[in-house]
């Protein structure tokens, strides 16, 4: 059977900026009056979008547009790698979707116009001036929109999990976990130049089958006052889990990660730095929606996969992984109290 061609946004459509990070720009759909009679569309205003006037493949979702990167992974290939690697890994209720759609001509010039206008207003973070759409992109991503703006009293938590498994190549007494342990030595990096540092949960605390331990790791999720009740859903979420057994079999990284091209250590460090979004609604009884997001396969080459290899060979050259550094007498990494004999043992 022929592939079914892929989608394309009416021209009429506008888009609002939402928020952005390294490589992507996301956007939400305002429906304003086109000509078009194939997408009849009423006037509405910002935040309160009445979906039911959007074409109906755009309602529920978000566009993703690409930044210009020094990848620039096209994303029909970022689309084929999805579907091909990351989908049979979860179910569908599980990820946040993407489907690939042909934009229209002119459309990433003027809104790199407006990129430069929200720099100037102040509306765009600070750390990403400078990066801009990339003009030879010819599609855009529908993704499911996981906001919570169109329904009153529902509230998104969101946050990385980031590496649910100590490395496989940490030292054995080891008392920091791999992301905590990455997070110290950058903030005392941060710290000898008067930078801002970062604050965050233990990822071994999220995943930890003692409900304190997931409730100690909300404090630093934000979103969700109710701290209680966010940590009864990560407690009991099949999808963190999930992530958590997926990230063990792609265990490839560190430094047992193969050199160069390899689709394990892309997916495993693609697994270790996705995104995780909860929507939760006011009424307890109702189902609460949880979907990974940015499940980007992370490309292996250009560098990347012996940049890992650095970071790794850095944090246990300089003792991050021991917590021996003046600078890590805070800390709340779950393995910073653990005697040596007690530990888990360190995967092969
Ligand atoms: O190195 P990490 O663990 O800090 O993760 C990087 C992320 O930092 P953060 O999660 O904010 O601490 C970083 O996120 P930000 O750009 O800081 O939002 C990227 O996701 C980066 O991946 P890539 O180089 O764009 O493929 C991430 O780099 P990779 O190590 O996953 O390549
Ligand atoms: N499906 C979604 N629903 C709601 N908000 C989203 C969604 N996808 C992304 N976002 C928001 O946009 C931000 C940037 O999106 P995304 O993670 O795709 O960018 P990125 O450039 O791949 O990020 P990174 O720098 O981590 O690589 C997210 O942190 C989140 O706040």
Same mark, same amino acid.
């Given at each position: 059977?022929?592939?079914?061609?892929?989608?394309?946004?009416?021209?009429?459509?506008?888009?609002?900026?939402?928020?952005?990070?390294?490589?992507?720009?996301?956007?939400?759909?305002?429906?304003?009056?086109?000509?078009?009679?194939?997408?009849?569309?009423?006037?509405?205003?910002?935040? @309160?979008?009445?979906?039911?006037? *959007?074409?109906?493949?755009? =309602?529920?979702?978000? +566009? &993703?547009?690409? /930044?210009?990167?020094?990848?620039?992974?096209?994303?029909?290939?970022?689309?084929?790698?999805?579907?091909?690697?990351?989908?049979?890994?979860?179910?569908?209720?599980?990820?946040?979707?993407?489907?690939?759609?042909?934009?229209?001509?002119?459309?990433?010039?003027?809104?790199?116009?407006?990129?430069?206008?929200?720099?100037?207003?102040?509306?765009?973070?600070?750390?990403?001036?400078?990066?801009?759409?990339?003009?030879?992109?010819?599609?855009?991503?529908?993704?499911?929109?996981?906001?919570?703006?169109?329904?009153?009293?529902?509230?998104?938590?969101?946050?990385?999990?980031?590496?649910?498994?100590? @490395?496989?190549?940490?030292?054995? *007494?080891?008392?920091?976990? =791999?992301?905590?342990? +990455? &997070?110290?030595? /950058?903030?005392?990096?941060?710290?000898?130049?008067?930078?801002?540092?970062?604050?965050?949960?233990?990822?071994?605390?999220?995943?930890?089958?003692?409900?304190?331990?997931?409730?100690?790791?909300?404090?630093?999720?934000?979103?969700?006052?109710?701290?209680?009740?966010?940590?009864?859903?990560?407690?009991?979420?099949?999808?963190?889990?999930?992530?958590?057994?997926?990230?063990?079999?792609?265990?490839?990284?560190?430094?047992?990660?193969?050199?160069?091209?390899?689709?394990?250590?892309?997916?495993?460090?693609?697994?270790?730095?996705?995104?995780?979004?909860?929507?939760?609604?006011?009424?307890?009884? @109702?189902?609460?929606?949880?979907? *990974?997001?940015?499940?980007?396969?992370?490309?292996?080459?250009?560098?990347?996969?012996?940049?890992?290899?650095?970071?790794?060979?850095?944090?246990?050259?300089?003792?991050?992984?021991?917590?021996?550094?003046?600078?890590?007498?805070?800390?709340?990494?779950?393995?910073?109290?653990?005697?040596?004999?007690?530990?888990?043992?360190?995967?092969?």
């Amino acid at each position: 059977m022929p592939k079914p061609a892929p989608l394309e946004l009416p021209e009429g459509v506008r888009l609002e900026y939402l928020a952005e990070g390294g490589a992507n720009v996301i956007y939400r759909f305002v429906a304003t009056p086109v000509k078009d009679a194939k997408w009849p569309v009423s006037n509405v205003t910002i935040n @309160s979008i009445e979906h039911s006037s *959007l074409p109906p493949e755009l =309602r529920g979702k978000l +566009l &993703r547009l690409r /930044k210009e990167t020094t990848v620039n992974t096209p994303y029909k290939e970022i689309a084929q790698n999805f579907n091909s690697v990351i989908r049979p890994l979860f179910s569908q209720e599980e990820l946040v979707d993407q489907t690939l759609i042909r934009l229209p001509e002119g459309l990433i010039h003027r809104y790199n116009e407006q990129l430069r206008l929200l720099e100037i207003s102040g509306r765009r973070p600070k750390k990403r001036h400078g990066g801009y759409l990339a003009v030879n992109e010819p599609f855009g991503l529908l993704i499911t929109d996981m906001t919570a703006f169109d329904e009153p009293g529902t509230i998104l938590a969101e946050f990385k999990p980031k590496w649910l498994t100590q @490395s496989p190549s940490a030292p054995a *007494l080891a008392r920091r976990c =791999r992301t905590c342990a +990455l &997070r110290e030595m /950058k903030n005392h990096e941060a710290r000898e130049v008067a930078a801002k540092e970062q604050r965050s949960f233990c990822p071994l605390d999220l995943v930890s089958e003692h409900y304190e331990h997931v409730f100690r790791a909300t404090a630093f999720i934000a979103g969700c006052n109710d701290r209680a009740r966010l940590a009864h859903i990560l407690y009991s979420s099949s999808t963190l889990r999930k992530l958590q057994s997926r990230q063990k079999a792609s265990g490839k990284v560190g430094l047992y990660g193969p050199t160069g091209i390899s689709q394990t250590t892309s997916l495993g460090m693609t697994l270790r730095d996705c995104t995780m979004f909860v929507k939760i609604p006011r009424d307890e009884k @109702s189902p609460v929606e949880i979907r *990974l997001g940015d499940l980007d396969l992370k490309c292996s080459t250009g560098g990347k996969a012996e940049y890992w290899k650095y970071i790794e060979l850095q944090l246990i050259d300089g003792g991050w992984y021991h917590g021996s550094h003046s600078s890590q007498t805070l800390s709340n990494c779950s393995l910073r109290n653990t005697p040596a004999t007690n530990r888990a043992p360190v995967q092969p």
